[in-house]
């Protein structure tokens, strides 16, 4: 039997393929309905080892050290059925054992040896995509989605998505003016694709054009409201875009109740909430008690160990909220992994992870001095630790407020200039307002450094 994609599959039970199909477009589409057909199809199919695979990965891909033993759970399941499975399946079920090995990158290999003989696979695109998102490497998502972009034509039931995945890895590779533009496409496309939607607005993040940005999404609600936990990510674009805009009563609004109105501890939420109240507290916004629960939900996790990008995210809690125990603790067990783990996680533990969670710690304890060298020296890394530029951006205005404020006035406008070059030559206002403060803080050194008369 083939599926929506045109590939052969092991199934018999036409209901099963029928969950199959759906599972496969909801990964695309970021659909909260996506497990509730998994559990069909394996309920039906028990012994289908493509199934079992692909599940053990969507646990992987959640960061969670607890869904570890369920994901390993499925991958025995898939090996006792590997026998029945098509070479095409099989090489699913190996991924997930390499990726449980510690070697992502062994992961998307197989992923890719899929792609070179069924490039409209669309599933192995998407989890290359997204194995690729995890461990930072925009190169390697645009190449990856360049490879097999031919092979799809316009009637493919994932061409759309395809589109949305290529727009992303154009914005990541700055490649801004074509990322909005197939974004725009794959939109068209494929009505409920968030993560194209969501691409175009990257784009408008990347070029500082926030009222732009808040034109795109206005009215385009429904390509998001189907969506899991993703849709919250989209909301928190549109909170940077109003951040932007100065408008931080409407950001706290969206805040409490878009963005944290499940209070989930999903790392990817917490990285939605901590970055945003981070951004906020940044240019001076009383953001109330909204620090509480998310500290508390970070405290729980700074054992887990399972990605650099969700431990950065739980310190920005941590560090400077009243939680100096957690802190240390999370920070400490950074520095562990980075010495003790030989896989891929551990060397991004080991670099950006250690100096930038020691910098992230001496910025929530006033230290600025050794806040700004350590969260420099991480800077040039920091791509390793996964997620996006404008995820990662809230680290780089830490790190220019950190500069900022032990006097580094040279160093900070040196990023500052970076951080443009790599947006096109695009500032958005919080750059502008950083470089009125250096401007501010010369002329007062010039007026001190005048003998009076």
Request: glycine share 10%.
């Amino acid at each position: 039997m083939q599926d929506i994609f045109g590939q052969d599959t092991s199934l018999t039970n036409a209901a099963a393929l029928s969950d199959w199909n759906a599972v496969q477009k909801g990964v695309l589409a970021h659909a909260a309905a996506t497990p509730t057909h998994l559990a069909a199809l394996l309920t039906a199919e028990p012994g289908f080892a493509l199934g079992q695979a692909s599940k053990g990965m969507f646990y992987l891909l959640l960061g969670r050290s607890e869904l570890i033993p369920t994901a390993r759970e499925a991958l025995a399941v898939a090996k006792a059925n590997y026998e029945g499975a098509l070479p095409r399946e099989r090489l699913y079920v190996d991924a997930l054992e390499t990726w449980l090995s510690g070697h992502l990158s062994g992961a998307i290999a197989k992923m890719e040896q899929v792609l070179r003989h069924h490039p409209e696979d669309s599933l192995a695109m998407k989890l290359s995509h997204s194995i690729r998102f995890v461990l930072g490497d925009g190169a390697g998502m645009r190449c990856s989605i360049e490879r097999v972009l031919p092979a799809y034509g316009t009637d493919h039931a994932g061409h759309g998505y395809l589109l949305g995945c290529h727009a992303f890895t154009l914005e990541e590779t700055g490649d801004y003016e074509k990322a909005a533009n197939v974004g725009r496409q794959a939109l068209w496309t494929a009505p409920d694709d968030a993560w194209g939607l969501h691409a175009v607005a990257h784009v408008h993040d990347m070029t500082g054009n926030a009222k732009a940005g808040l034109q795109w999404l206005q009215g385009r609600e429904e390509a998001w409201a189907h969506c899991n936990n993703f849709r919250y990510h989209v909301w928190w674009h549109k909170a940077l875009m109003l951040l932007d805009l100065g408008q931080t009563d409407q950001v706290l609004d969206l805040y409490d109740r878009e963005i944290r109105s499940d209070k989930t501890d999903d790392y990817r939420d917490i990285s939605n909430g901590t970055s945003l109240l981070m951004r906020l507290q940044l240019d001076g916004i009383d953001v109330g008690n909204r620090w509480e629960e998310l500290s508390e939900l970070s405290a729980n996790r700074t054992e887990d160990g399972c990605l650099i990008f969700a431990d950065l995210h739980y310190l920005l809690a941590l560090a400077g909220h009243d939680r100096k125990d957690a802190t240390t603790r999370l920070v400490q067990r950074i520095h562990a992994d980075a010495k003790n783990r030989p896989d891929e996680t551990g060397q991004r533990m080991a670099s950006p992870g250690c100096a930038m969670a020691t910098g992230l710690e001496a910025f929530g304890e006033g230290n600025y001095a050794s806040a700004f060298a350590n969260l420099a020296q991480a800077r040039g890394s920091l791509q390793l630790a996964g997620g996006s530029h404008a995820q990662r951006d809230v680290f780089e205005r830490i790190t220019i407020d950190a500069g900022l404020r032990a006097g580094q006035l040279d160093a900070v406008e040196a990023i500052l200039d970076d951080r443009q070059s790599k947006r096109g030559g695009a500032e958005d206002n919080y750059a502008i307002a950083r470089r009125e403060l250096i401007a501010a803080g010369r002329s007062t050194s010039v007026a001190h450094s005048v003998p009076a008369e």
